[in-house]
């Protein structure tokens, strides 16, 4: 089993030329190098977020499993916290501040990086907002567009900054940096909105998540905002038939794509983009952005 040592941590990585993406053979080992080539953009929108992983030890066509609570055998120097308020039962989640844990966190096939819209420190009090746009059948990513920048103009009104990243998947994601306000009250600000995206666009946003109604539509997701729920982290890897990313975006890529795959980003893709176009989440965490909900 090869060693590697990563800011002075011993790691022991296995199985790196595991193919966990069996569609293209994107290997373990490219799993690892992703997440180290992308880290400085990554790390800053993990630090202070228990992470859940989303594993995929035999690769994306097989068994996965979710996994909140710290995996047994983790190293002393992984940091762990008690997490409280969101469960029946007190969880002891991981918290990625460094390289040395992402790379093992990585060497579990923990391919999907996960968050709360929390950090520790005001643990069930968001200071961010979330929707998840998830189109249904016979809808796609570019009809989820049409939905985002109505959300975009419908938040402005509330002085609240929208940005904008791939799901990873199909979809679109949007986050904007609040106060820090209880979870529940951004749940409730979260579905109202959602519901007047529904009323201003019936044929195409959806509040509810019904089955029967998602045909042609946009769900959009608001339950993200609850204390317990977790999002896609910005430039996690995705389990899909490519090793696809949740990639952040302008709006004005977002508004000149004229077909959907123009909105898929692959890992082999990130290191160049990021360094042409640097971080396009920072400004989720830029302080002079961060605006109160309105009637928090």
């Not at 710290?70 to 997490?83: C, H, K, Y």
């Not at 106060?179 to 951004?186: I, K, N, P, R, Y």
């Given at each position: 089993m090869p060693y590697t040592e990563v800011e002075g941590r011993r790691l022991a990585l296995s199985n790196l030329d595991k193919v966990l993406y069996p569609a293209t053979g994107f290997t373990k080992g490219e799993a690892l190098h992703y997440y180290v080539t992308v880290a400085e953009a990554?790390?800053?929108h993990l630090r202070g977020r228990p992470v859940s992983f989303l594993r995929y030890p035999d690769g994306v066509d097989s068994t996965a499993f979710f996994a909140k609570n710290?995996?047994?055998?983790?190293?002393?120097?992984?940091?762990?916290?008690?997490?409280t308020e969101v469960s029946s039962t007190p969880l002891h989640q991981v918290l990625i501040h460094d390289l040395a844990t992402l790379v093992w966190a990585a060497n579990l096939a923990g391919l999907e990086l996960h968050t709360p819209q929390w950090r520790v420190e005001h643990e069930a009090r968001a200071d961010r907002l979330v929707f998840d746009l998830d189109p249904g059948p016979g809808a796609g990513v570019l009809e989820c567009r049409t939905v985002a920048l109505w959300l975009r103009e419908r938040l402005a009104s509330d002085d609240i900054t929208v940005l904008p990243k791939t799901s990873g998947g199909k979809g679109l994601h949007l986050l904007a940096p609040i106060?820090?306000?209880?979870?529940?009250?951004?749940s409730a600000y979260a579905k109202r909105t959602a519901m007047e995206a529904e009323a201003a666009m019936p044929d195409l946003a959806l509040s509810k998540m019904a089955k029967a109604l998602r045909p042609g539509k946009v769900f959009v997701d608001h339950s993200q905002n609850a204390a317990a729920k977790t999002t896609a982290a910005p430039y996690t890897l995705r389990a899909k038939q490519r090793p696809s990313v949740s990639t952040p975006l302008t709006w004005e890529e977002l508004t000149a794509a004229r077909t959907e795959e123009e909105l898929v980003f692959l890992a082999d893709q990130l290191p160049l983009r990021l360094e042409t176009k640097g971080d396009l989440m920072a400004p989720l965490l830029d302080p002079g952005l961060v605006r109160p909900l309105p009637g928090s």
């Open positions: 990554l790390l800053p710290v995996p047994p055998g983790a190293p002393d120097w992984v940091t762990v916290r008690e997490i106060e820090v306000t209880a979870s529940s009250s951004v």
